[in-house]
């Protein structure tokens, strides 16, 4: 089992819209990474 989430170091951004698409914003380079 994962270990459970404590803490986030990385930015954090408010998007002001109704519908975000996640998808649009994770880069696919980052996605390859993992």
């Given amino acids: 089992m994962a270990e459970k989430y404590t803490q986030h170091t990385g930015l954090v951004v408010p998007l002001a ?9 994770v880069s696919c380079s980052l996605l390859r990474a993992a």
């Fill in 17 to 25: 819209a109704a519908n975000v698409v996640t998808d649009a914003c």
